[in-house]
């Protein structure tokens, strides 16, 4: 299978696609056509366990991995779950159902793609006959960092450079990220927001003078961000997986529709689920959920995606996202893969902040997918409520796309013949990755210590506290260093240095 750049400019391999991280013309791989998923092979997927579902989806697009190795590489990432199984559907007593992707060793979703990553990663290089060493480049809102931290720990050849925004975080992902204790990596708190994050290390990619500086000390960048295919493949096998576990457990039938709600922020976690929908799984809505940062709200409603407009640091920190990467491949798909358009408007985005999509394109994107957005008190609200009702203790993230869903589930009640479909949440992160905004919704009470919080929340709980997130109380702060968004680059040169 090729991938090509939507913004039209270049044709790769899957290797390629993945090596490369993002088009040298600046925009994004996509599969140059969708593989389907056969009724036949949906089948087969129900008796399969987790790591053989995800080989199956994964293989239609890495055709030119063997499919045994591939499959062995996913065994070994998610034996380093908790539990045996890596993604665990929930039901809940009111029909709603969570899928759990926080089980993995940092604790959030981002596990899912990045403990297996590497393997794609180090794979494609060998298949591409790329000999360079590989200098990985991450611009983290918080959990992509230490999932990739931990991803790549100790990866031969590998080196991974981790930039976070300094007061954009939670005092539990920077202490996850600062107490990395392996010798290739390197973590760095950027001035500015997670927009100046990532535009720094995307400005980093564009760059012909620093690939070349790169070049010379025996690197090539990739990168980690839900922008690299990599990424995203292994996220579309959990759709199709909870797919399959609500048919065997008799929750439904093959063939009826689901819906799925997503806390979105980068717009990847979501992006994946259209994937599998255009692969042939049975979805009905894709619920787009975002906090106070509501541009994808606004431009779900009207059209107009425009990033100038205040930025707001909430208690979802990795969805404080104004630019969202992904959204672009959503966009290239809409316009009927019109290349010349995609790049039209993405250079509109970065020189004036803003771009539309017509009438008839907004009418089909609805179609797909509904998007709203909730406040920081209704957020609270939702945990505390849905803890109080079913037992069941949410992160922040998840309470956001958790309200979105039952706003959206009530905005039925007044649609005439409107159908109601199984709505599974995507829960993404542990409620221990933020526990003092967690122990807020929960009690009222605020704490100033993170570890406090965590011993409070298992108290009220009693959900089980994950043991990486227990070791790092101990360890010792080895990242301290802060840059502006302009020194990079030289942070970047020093590291390949040492
Ligand atoms: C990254 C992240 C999100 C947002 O996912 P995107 O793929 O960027 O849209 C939501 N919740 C948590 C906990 C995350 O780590």
């Given at each position: 299978?090729?991938?090509?750049?939507?913004?039209?400019?270049?044709?790769?391999?899957?290797?390629?696609?993945?090596?490369?991280?993002?088009?040298?013309?600046?925009?994004?791989?996509?599969?140059?056509?969708?593989?389907?998923?056969?009724a036949a092979e949906m089948e087969g997927m129900l008796g399969m366990d987790y790591p053989e579902r995800a080989a199956l989806v994964l293989g239609k697009y890495l055709d030119e991995y063997d499919s045994g190795e591939l499959?062995?590489?996913?065994?070994?990432?998610?034996?380093?779950?908790?539990?045996?199984?890596?993604?665990?559907?929930?039901?809940i007593e009111n029909g709603t159902y969570l899928l759990e992707l926080f089980h993995g060793p940092t604790c959030a979703f981002k596990d899912m793609a990045l403990t297996v990553l590497p393997y794609l990663l180090r794979k494609g290089c060998e298949i591409a006959g790329i000999k360079e060493k590989i200098l990985v480049l991450v611009a983290t809102s918080g959990d992509t960092g230490k999932a990739a931290l931990e991803g790549f720990g100790g990866a031969e050849g590998i080196k991974v450079m981790a930039f976070y925004p300094e007061e954009g975080v939670s005092k539990m992902q920077k202490l996850q990220m600062c107490t990395t204790e392996w010798e290739n990596e390197n973590v760095i708190a950027v001035r500015g927001n997670f927009d100046d994050c990532q535009t720094g290390v995307k400005r980093i990619f564009a760059s012909a003078e620093y690939a070349k500086a790169l070049e010379e000390k025996g690197y090539r960048l990739s990168s980690a961000n839900s922008i690299n295919?990599?990424?995203?493949?292994p996220q579309i096998a959990y759709y199709f997986s909870a797919y399959c576990d609500l048919v065997t457990s008799d929750q439904i039938k093959y063939g009826d529709k689901v819906d799925f709600a997503v806390p979105t922020g980068n717009f990847g976690n979501i992006l994946a689920a259209y994937y599998a929908k255009m692969m042939g799984l049975p979805v009905g809505k894709l619920i787009c959920a975002s906090n106070r940062n509501n541009v994808l709200t606004d431009f779900f409603g009207n059209g107009t995606y425009d990033c100038k407009r205040p930025f707001f640091r909430t208690m979802s920190p990795s969805m404080d996202i104004l630019v969202s990467s992904n959204l672009e491949r959503l966009v290239f798909e809409l316009s009927g893969r019109n290349a010349g358009l995609t790049a039209e408007r993405m250079a509109a985005l970065s020189e004036k902040g803003r771009y539309s999509v017509s009438q008839e394109e907004l009418n089909a994107l609805r179609e797909s997918f509904y998007a709203g957005y909730t406040s920081e008190d209704d957020t609270v609200e939702c945990i505390y409520e849905f803890f109080s009702e079913y037992g069941y203790p949410m992160d922040t993230h998840t309470g956001v796309a958790m309200n979105v869903a039952q706003n959206y589930l009530k905005s039925l009640e007044d649609v005439v013949g409107a159908e109601e479909r199984p709505m599974v949440v995507v829960s993404t992160a542990s409620p221990y990755k933020f526990p003092?905004?967690?122990l807020y919704a929960l009690t009222g009470n605020d704490v100033k210590d993170s570890f406090k919080g965590v011993k409070r929340i298992n108290l009220l709980t009693a959900m089980k506290v994950p043991e990486s997130l227990k070791a790092i109380r101990y360890k010792p702060i080895r990242f301290k260093q802060v840059v502006t968004p302009a020194k990079m680059f030289d942070e970047v040169l020093k590291f390949v240095n040492e």
């Open positions: 299978m090729y991938f090509i750049s939507t913004r039209g400019k270049e044709r790769v391999t899957g290797a390629q696609a993945i090596v490369q991280g993002i088009a040298s013309d600046g925009g994004l791989f996509v599969p140059e056509s969708f593989p389907a998923v056969s499959l062995e590489a996913l065994r070994a990432a998610y034996a380093r779950f908790d539990d045996g199984d890596p993604a665990p559907l929930v039901r295919f990599g990424r995203l493949a003092q905004d967690v």
